[in-house]
């Protein structure tokens, strides 16, 4: 088993930067896809961004492309996601989750991830 927990999170005005963290303990030998997710309330949870476990490969949502950026550092078995020229409608519950059946291609998809984090909540005021 991977257990997640996220950090830094908080309130932050728009056009404002934040950078979340991600610490995994437990099952971290083996290779694993990392993801952020984002829930607003009311809405669905969505994907944010996603590395392979060499951080050679990285996908973002379109509506994060050229302003956030995920990079990990496995030495620490962190992943990390700095958020810069927030927007209101960034304004969420981040959660890290990882992939642990996928180390190469990380993946858009909710449930491709097994593992999640409890949850950072950001939030951008306008």
């Known amino acids: 088993q991977v257990q997640l927990v996220e950090s830094g999170g908080g309130l932050v005005q728009a056009g404002g930067s934040l950078r979340l963290s991600c610490a995994a303990s437990?099952?971290?030998?083996?290779?694993?896809?990392m993801g952020w997710f984002r829930q607003a309330p009311g809405k669905e949870r969505e994907f944010v961004a996603a590395?392979?476990?060499?951080?050679?490969?990285?996908i973002y949502a379109d509506f994060v492309k050229g302003r956030f950026t995920i990079s990990r550092d496995n030495a620490k078995n962190s992943v990390y996601l700095q958020m810069n020229s927030l927007k209101s409608e960034d304004t969420a519950v981040y959660y890290c989750?990882?992939?642990?059946?996928?180390?190469?291609?990380?993946?858009?998809?909710?449930?491709?991830?097994?593992?999640w984090g409890q949850g950072t909540q950001v939030t951008v005021s306008s």
């Open positions: 989750a990882a992939d642990t059946f996928a180390s190469l291609l990380p993946s858009r998809t909710i449930s491709a991830y097994e593992y």
């Open positions: 437990g099952r971290t030998s083996s290779p694993y896809a």
């Open positions: 590395i392979s476990w060499s951080g050679l490969r990285t």
